[in-house]
């Protein structure tokens, strides 16, 4: 059988080309290395993919939370200091390195258009606290880009990344490696923020249940509350514009079988919360 040579040398061609293609991006990446020390390129490890919407015009937005061990741990938190943490004012003062990369184009299941973002942090602290850090992600990702997601957040099963894991520039020296969180405003500005405190049953060893025991002075009876357990997430409201309160907790929970009693002689409402996974 007769072989065209002219199909032969254009494929020898392409794979030339392709070589030095190669050849000039890899001694372009070595010439951003020499050029800025104090960075350097990283390709990090997927994690999980976030299914939110951006506010007010509801559009889909993918957030890509992916661990490197070259990004910096952040200060160590005991199982009691992080609940502390999410119970203070401003949780989202405690730092957390992270990098936030730009938005990307992407299509999700349905064939449409969406974006999407890549997060990376620590790959030790991403196995600790995963639910807390989506509340991390997406405040950066709020601040940096001026954005307002839904916190009605959606964390895809089987999926951990949408699009392609593409490389990250991160800091090597000490400079302003941590993301810095503003506290957001809330739409429940009218009403207070309850007294409230969390614990786990046992206290030590593995957690079989959070409880959360929230004060409400002036609320007569369980009529006046509106309660919505999520699997990471304790949202309380106290008509008529008596208290609001919207936490995020370290655990997973069994939704289904949580249960609820306000004390009218106490004032304090209990939750209690069967642990799924922590």
Known sequence: MATD???????????QQEELYQQLLLQTMGNKQTENP????????PGMCVKTVSEPDKQKVF?????????????????????????????SGYRVPMTLGEPHTEVDNSSQGCTAYDVVINQDFFQRCQQFFIL???????????LELSRDWKVLKNRKFLGSVSEQNIRTKSRPVIQELQPQGSSAAVAKKPEFTLLVEPPAGD???????????GV????????????????????PSLFHLDIFHPFLVDQ????????KSTEILTVTMPVVSS
């Open 38 to 45: 104090e960075s350097k390129v990283i390709r990090p490890q």
């Open 220 to 239: 007569p009876s369980s009529r006046s509350l509106v309660l919505d357990v999520g699997e990471d997430r304790l949202v309380l409201t106290a008509r």
């Open 207 to 217: 957690p079989e249940y959070l409880i959360a025991e929230i004060k409400l002075p």
């Open 5 to 15: 040579s002219s199909l032969l040398n254009s494929e020898l061609e392409l794979q």
């Open 63 to 91: 957030v890509n939370i992916c661990q490197s061990n070259s990004v910096p741990h952040p200060p160590e938190l005991s199982r009691e200091e992080l609940l502390e943490l999410l119970q203070s004012e401003d949780p």
């Open 136 to 146: 991390v992600s997406v405040e950066g990702l709020e601040n940096k880009y001026n």
């Open 256 to 263: 289904v079988n949580s249960m609820a009693q306000y004390n």
